[in-house]
Nanobody, 126 residues
């Protein structure tokens, strides 16, 4: 069973940087495609970033391109979402997600994943 634990959220000012981590246990991390979602109360959950099992394919939603980077370290069993130039509209609860994948592809929908973290709050405010 895949278990995911997120960390790294917090309160930062606009323009600051933050790195979220998603630590995995249970299965071979290199078989997992990973994704990051975020949700604001009252709004739909948004797919922010995705990465294929070996990192060969990556996706970032338009609103974070140039500011966020997704990566995964298979040796460390951890995925990351590096966020810079943060804006107040980035404020949300961020979730990581994982699913076993035999191909070098990315899953874009929440329900396509098999495991999700507990979420970590990111607040961007002056």
């Amino acid at each position: 069973q895949v278990q995911l634990v997120e960390s790294g959220g917090g309160l930062v000012q606009p323009g600051d940087s933050l790195t979220l981590s998603c630590a995995h246990s249970g299965r071979t991390f290199s078989t997992l495609a990973m994704g990051w979602f975020r949700q604001v109360p009252g709004k739909e959950r948004e797919f922010v970033a995705g990465i294929s099992r070996f990192g060969g394919t990556r996706y970032l939603t338009d609103s974070v391109k140039g500011r966020f980077t997704i990566s995964k370290n298979n040796a460390m069993n951890t995925a990351y979402l590096q966020m810079s130039s943060l804006k107040p509209e980035d404020t949300a609860v961020y979730y990581c997600a994982a699913v076993e994948s035999q191909a070098n592809n990315i899953m874009y929908k929440w329900e396509s994943y098999a495991a999700w973290g507990q979420g970590t709050q990111v607040t961007v405010s002056s």
